[in-house]
């Protein structure tokens, strides 16, 4: 230090919420006596810091006694520290030159013992007082946002975010990996519990997303590097060939109707149904381009064919075409990337892929639904025999510690919805077996009541095997479900004809590198994490990256839509404040001491340091450091150093808390 | 006018310091031509008393290399600090302890054991040195060791350090240099505290290997290892101080194909050279889980040698418990 | 500090680093819901624990601390995404070093508590004041940090 | 070449001798060296943990400590006492205050428990040392044509070790096709033999076995192959009293997986313990094997 500091102390009472078990005044008095040295030219306690009148004494003697630094002793930084920030600023001394140290939540509300707490408190203001000297002034930093936002993942919750954001007149990228935006929806039959057609309340939503001025739809691409920070992001989109040309194509299906190559598909009609090798992915399809699948074209195979080519009325077949590289500018980003079905066949004792007529949900779906593969005809796997009775499992794959721990939210009112299509269209007896009903939603119990009423068999207990090894001459031929009905206690082996297994959600398969790729992280379950678990459920850690519908946990159609008019709220008013103040907490890295070891470069998950090859040394992007420390502490040379949590204020602050910094003849035992 | 007066003295030290005086080769002949040499008892017969009889202040460049390893050690530094002008910690031993800094990992009475009671040594009556023995003639004495060595900054105070095991010829002749110059008044002395023969930076900086970005799954002993001539030891895993070590060697160790040991200490600014290994070490493992690191770490043989095998006696902990307690 | 009468019981001062957004939260939910510990632990609020320097542990065991508590989030709940394994990394290998140097490697604890544990975060700080009582005072040499008060002055 | 602590267990010296001359030669063949423990102990068999726990877990724990002392891992042939050894080195390590009781009676025979060795059924090794592949190369006369239905037995795979599927697991399929020969797929195969219930309740234990061969018979089985002496016992010497109880005319031949791998490596069948069935080999394996 070249100039001593002047430091005023401020001890708070809290009411008697500190007062009662803190000696407050002995604490003051203390600091006043034996602080001295560090600079402490003023010590008071006082009632209620945070008020008002609280403030007011700081600012006061600020101007007065020409305080250089401020510390008070009173509850923790997470509460009351902008508050103590802003009055040192009203008092003209830099917000980030006052400390607040916690001696409520971590002293007088966790103690009882007054002696010791007393103690405790003298130390905690010890080690604020010796850290606050290495304190310096900081200011904000400001950055422009950019008024296009790119709403990743084209399902319910990514079209809804972007319709929101167009509609209030700013620039959307909507980014989908399949050819057509719509999601797991497009695939549902019914909707639960009012049962309306899920087709008909999306493709209006879908067309209008297609159709919106502001919308730059890109299917069929991938953002496979995102750049820069909030405000200021710049993704690479892959847009790959469809080998048609848009600005040619009509849509109007001659091509697929030509084309002789069928292939399974494997995606939408989850393996029930056909497609060919030119498709679009279903006939309500936005955009309605088809893509030619070059892993089954028998063109890119063979080399001939052009069937499509040739009967394509408007010339748009170009087998040539090649993936285009799009650079993006956006300021806001909103990842809806969505969920995977849970692997059903990771059960092996529910035999699916082993035991033909077990069915998954999404399976169940296509076969439901009227412009699937089965014409809506709810049939066994040979696609004629109508199943006379049907057990549908619940929680398969979640609430199961071997598989997921978590509830997939939707699985019960999907059974429960599976449970009245069966009965609705076969008149087969239905088992329900369950773990728990959850109908956590509008109409949802009504909807449970309703199946009771129907005379569904509901039976709780889980499912222990499905198998198709018969004891009794009843079950020959059929698929006995072994179980321990829990209510009644009893094993029971019920006899059915299909199976529906309720797969639960799981995080997509690339979640992680997803997360990586936008420098935000993933829960242990894989989920995308928000910001806070309740009151910012759609930010994230990193400024500008919003989440929204099953990207960040199970839950339903109403709750992903409302995810995504929530975080294109949140962007909607970033834009509008037309820039972002960041909090001044960076490494930064000196470059005369920097070596160019290295160690520095994995540390940053934000991808905030880069190695310039040619000076051989590292340098932190400022815009993109989240301020986390990990490379100041990593740095072999002591070559980084971190504003706001710097060595010798972290070094300082353990002297103090160790009164280390007390003249040796003044410590009282 | 007289010449300004130059003593160089070694405490608990190998004498390696001095040979690197003698190897700046005809600048010798600078310091002969700028100094007067008063004292330095490996170049020229001396006796303490002659210092004693000086003036305080009348030396103008103390050289003090070696650690305070006993309370002669000791004496001397506070006699030469005394009578220099300038005293200059010169060497890995005076600046952070060296190899015989080593010995504060263990207890003084081993330490004695071992010199007097192990298996090479011929002492079937197990005699150990006593400090003080009457003769007719009178008492004579020996120095008492002190149960921890210290750095002769924990002692006296110091003006500058100059790293090393021992200090770089090259970077001894431009200390020499810039201090004749400095007494010509053609250059200015850096401020007091500073370290004077080396750089701000770590060996990386000076080494010529190729780095990228460094995850490894093994470390694993030079001697063992068929390294890559062109890549980074470290990245190769091999346990290379050299992330870590003030930079002005040259890089010598890493550039024929060893890695460095640390011998130049902590950077500009590092308040302890191991943690800053420990630090630097951890971030290259890459692995999440607790038990594959700790195998990791099984590569690494003696950790707190490695990383603190000059710099103990400097270090923040100084030395190990046992060695605290005598 | 070291110095205790010998009828009081052994009272260890233990040095607790803590993250931003898990483990400091932890302790305020522990003080919201006005539950007990020991008073022994003093903390230092670090934005993660990543940012934890082996120096901050050497600093603290050199200046009479008698353990040393880390805490950050819960693997893979980390807010800065991944960084808490950075601080296990380290923990691990600090752990080594201490032992050698004579430091049980008992005196320095890794704890992960996310921000709604208050309870876990109690019970663990209560576990650890014992095992470090029981441990007996490190009583690390202090005077031999303080050698530069008391060497002598350069002449003027 | 790999080595091993063998346990052959009370039923490998009579009953099932053919399981032990079998586990020897192939081990052999296929570069395994099984080192028989000394002085080897009961494991304690399928009931005396029902008796008295702390002294079956002794029992177990002295066979580990010999184990111990070789510094080998153990493997035992028989399901049975697989279970009850790895189950104890387990349930020992956790339990370390039972283990330090234990480990002051095995002090008597100059032994110690240190939890140090692993537990390994003799298939799990044949499945995961050699593997299927390497097991196929060494193959010289393949079973072609003979369908061969695995049957596990219900302590093969339990408890879970790692992560190996216990409800659907394959390993005892891929070993069947790497022999040259075809796994039929039933569903019973993981079901219980019956086990020791055939002494205090017959009949639902034959029951048992008529379900286990009837599955096996309804998926055209030729041969069930078994890894278990108890599985072995129970289904092919009481296949005659099940066609009694039930008026079935069963003659399903029944045989050790290391016989069928044993013949697959063309190991003479005196060696490998052939000639002692109840139920005469089927002929189409008579036609395939050579020698």
Redesign the interface.
Known sequence: MDKKEKIGVYVCHCGTNIAGVVNVGEVSTWAAENLKNDGVVIARDYKFMCSSLGQELIQKDIKEQGLTRVVVAAC???LHEATFRNACKGGGLNPYLCELV?I????S?????KI??T??AK??LS?GVSRVIHHEPLEPLHVPIHPATLVVGGGIAGIQAALEIANAGFPVYLVEREPSIGGHMAQFDKTFPTLDCSACILTPKMVDAGNHPNITLLTYSEVEKVDGYVGNFVATIRKRARSVNEADCTGCGICWEKCPKKVVDNVFEAGMGYRKAVYVSFPQAVPKYPVIDRENCTYYIKGTCKACEKFCPTNAINFAQEDEILNVQVGNIILATGYDLFDSRR???YGYG?LANVFTSLEFERMSNAAGPTGGNIVLRDGKTVPKVVGIVHCVGSRDKNYNEYCSAICCMQSLKFAHLVEERTGAEVYNFYIDIRTPGKGYEEFYHRLLEEGTHFIRGKVA?I???A?LPAEEGKLIMQVEDTLTANQLRVPVDMVILSAGLEPRHDAKEV??RF??????DGWL?ERHPKLDPVAT?TEGIYIAGCVQGPKDIPNSVAQGAAAAARILGKIQQKEVALEP?RATIHE????????????C??NAILFHEDK?VSEVNPALC?????C????????IS?T??S?EQ??S???G????NIPKKE?V? | MSKPKFAMYWAASCGGCEIAVLNIHEKILDVDAAFEVVFWPVAMDAKYKDVEAMQDGEITLCLFNGGMRNDENEHIAKLLRRKSKIMVAFGSCACEGCIPGLANFRPIKELVDTAFSTISTDNPENIRPQTSYSMPEGAITIPTLNPMLKTLDQVVDVDYYMPGCPPESHQIAAVVDLVIAALNGKAELPPKGATIGAGNSTVCDECQRKRNVKLIKEFGRIQFTEADPELCLLEQGIPCNGIATRSGCNARCPSVGAQCIGCYGPAEGVVDYGARLIAGFASVIDSDDPVEIDKILDGLVDPAGQFYRFNLAGSLLRASKSAQKG | MTDTPETKPFEPTIIGFTCNWCSYRAADMAGTARMKYAPNVRLIRLMCSGRLDPTFVLKAFAGGADAVLISGCHPGDCHYINQNYKALRRFLLMKRVLAQMGIQPERLKLLWASAAEGAIFTREINEFVEQVRALGPLNWNTTAIEVHAEKEEVPA | MKEYAYFPGCSLEKMASSYHKSSIETAKKLGIKLKELEDWNCCGATTYFYIDELLAYTLCARNLAIAEKTGLDVVAPCSACYKNMYFTAAHLKKDVDLAEHINFALEEDDLHFNGTVGVKHLIEVFANDIGPEELKNKVTNPLEGIRVAPYYGCQIVRPQKDKEDVEQPMFFEEMISAIGATPVNYPLKMRCCGGSLIISSRTAALGMVRNLLQSAVDAQATVVATACPMCQVNLEVYQQQVNQEFGTNFAVPIMYFTQLIGLSLEIPQKKLGIGQEFIAMAPALRQVIKG
Do not use: Y
């Open positions: 923790s930084p997470h916690s409520r939540e971590q002293d509300w966790v103690h009882t013992d010791a707490a103690e405790k130390a905690i080690g059960i092996t004792q082993r095997e198998s198709d090894a004891r997360a990586n420098g935000i992280s993933c829960s242990a994490i850690v907490i005369e001491q920097c070596s160019g070891c290295r160690i520095c470069n994995n540390m998950p934000f051989m989240q301020g986390c420390g990990t100041v502490a990593a740095c072999p040379a002591g070559a971190g706001g949590f060595n972290i070094l602050q353990i002297n808390l160790l009164l280390l410590v035992a």
